[in-house]
């Protein structure tokens, strides 16, 4: 084989060191900003897009890398000011007291997991409290432990909850549901262990749950309803759960407040076969105007005005 008397192999090799170096630092590039990301809250704003919001110093989601974005203790609670989208879906977890609050107009979306739950026992459960905006991604857990110092929660009386994959409440979550102007979507609902579901009536009532999926519960999970501002003189039947699959609540475990006796003020119908309805009704007293305080138990799931949490089918 014959060399050209013009090659010379310094400059061959310095090229192929040139496009290694090149590559190297493109990959370095495309992974650097993956990282777990703790709201700090240095900023002039809750912005969720402030720079100094971040321990970082860089938004999350936004570089296509799958971050671990935490919010931890009270000191990391916030009220985003605006939006903001995954590009790579990521984790949002919120603990030890750390409370996010979502008002409307301002949306999360396209994350994979959402977490409330403590760091450990004894540590304290998170909470997100939504009177309005949109949460869109794949799976929510709120979940504590008998160990944890406090629940984790999720509060809803407004905006929408719309999930791919499932909307799971583990031991000593708690999920509340205010008035009738809130909404949750998933591929599946279910309550595990000694978690609660309530719902809180408002002078409009309260919404309604469609399962095409499953809605399953354990046979600790406990659910209360109570009666709030409803006006109780003019009656209402509120569907609860509307499903092709449903576990029910062991009766002893259903708290009603507020409607009188069961029989008199109210009835709780379950139709664990059929239709797989759970319906709560509100038996017309005129001369109850306002809901009274006080309460029973009975053995049913409830209904509610149009707050709609709907499960789409698995497919």
């Given at each position: 084989?014959?060399?050209?008397p013009?090659?010379?192999?310094?400059?061959?090799?310095m090229?192929?060191?040139?496009?290694?170096?090149?590559?190297?630092?493109?990959?370095?590039?495309?992974?650097?900003?993956?990282?777990?990301?703790?709201?700090?809250?240095?900023?002039?704003?809750?912005?969720?897009?402030?720079?100094?919001?971040?321990?970082?110093?860089?938004?999350p989601?936004?570089?296509?890398?799958?971050?671990?974005?935490?919010?931890?203790?009270?000191?990391?609670s916030?009220?985003?000011?605006?939006?903001?989208?995954?590009?790579?879906?990521?984790?949002?977890?919120?603990?030890d007291?750390?409370?996010?609050?979502?008002?409307?107009?301002?949306?999360?979306?396209?994350?994979?997991?959402?977490?409330?739950?403590?760091?450990?026992?004894?540590?304290?459960?998170?909470?997100?409290?939504?009177?309005?905006?949109?949460?869109?991604?794949?799976?929510?857990?709120?979940?504590?432990?008998?160990?944890?110092?406090?629940?984790?929660?999720?509060?809803?009386?407004?905006?929408t909850?719309?999930?791919?994959?499932?909307?799971?409440?583990?031991?000593?979550?708690?999920?509340?549901?205010?008035g009738?102007?809130?909404?949750?979507?998933?591929?599946?609902?279910?309550?595990?262990?000694?978690?609660?579901?309530?719902?809180?009536f408002?002078?409009?009532?309260?919404?309604?749950?469609?399962?095409?999926?499953?809605?399953?519960?354990?046979?600790?999970?406990?659910?209360?309803?109570n009666?709030?501002?409803?006006?109780?003189?003019?009656?209402?039947?509120?569907?609860?759960?509307?499903?092709?699959?449903?576990?029910?609540?062991?009766?002893?475990?259903?708290?009603?407040?507020?409607?009188?006796?069961?029989?008199?003020?109210?009835?709780l119908?379950?139709?664990?076969?059929?239709?797989?309805?759970?319906?709560?009704?509100?038996?017309?007293?005129?001369?109850?105007?306002?809901?009274?305080?006080?309460?029973?138990?009975?053995?049913?799931?409830?209904?509610?005005?149009?707050?709609?949490?709907?499960?789409?089918?698995?497919?």
């Open positions: 084989m014959s060399v050209s013009n090659f010379k192999p310094w400059k061959y090799m090229t192929v060191r040139n496009v290694y170096l090149l590559t190297a630092s493109v990959a370095l590039m495309s992974v650097s900003h993956s990282a777990t990301m703790h709201w700090q809250g240095e900023g002039s704003s809750d912005d969720w897009h402030d720079l100094d919001n971040w321990n970082t110093k860089y938004v989601g936004n570089n296509g890398e799958e971050d671990n974005v935490i919010f931890e203790g009270v000191e990391d916030c009220t985003p000011i605006s939006s903001f989208n995954f590009i790579k879906a990521s984790n949002f977890n919120l603990r007291e750390a409370t996010l609050t979502l008002e409307a107009g301002v949306s999360i979306s396209n994350f994979e997991n959402v977490r409330l739950a403590p760091n450990g026992a004894p540590k304290s459960g998170g909470h997100i409290v939504q009177t309005g905006g949109n949460l869109f991604g794949n799976h929510f857990y709120v979940a504590s432990s008998r160990k944890a110092a406090s629940r984790s929660s999720h509060t809803l009386s407004g905006g909850v719309s999930l791919t994959g499932k909307y799971e409440v583990k031991e000593l979550g708690d999920v509340v549901l205010t009738a102007s809130a909404s949750l979507k998933a591929s599946l609902i279910n309550f595990i262990g000694a978690s609660t579901l309530t719902f809180n408002d002078t409009s009532g309260i919404g309604s749950l469609t399962s095409e999926g499953i809605f399953k519960v354990s046979e600790d999970t406990v659910l209360e309803i009666a709030g501002s409803y006006d109780r003189s003019a009656g209402g039947s509120f569907t609860l759960v509307n499903a092709n699959r449903y576990t029910g609540f062991a009766t002893s475990n259903i708290i009603v407040n507020g409607f009188g006796a069961e029989g008199e003020g109210y009835t119908t379950q139709d664990h076969e059929g239709n797989g309805d759970l319906i709560f009704e509100v038996i017309a007293d005129p001369e109850a105007s306002v809901s009274s305080s006080g309460g029973s138990s009975a053995s049913a799931l409830i209904g509610f005005g149009s707050t709609s949490v709907v499960i789409s089918r698995p497919h």
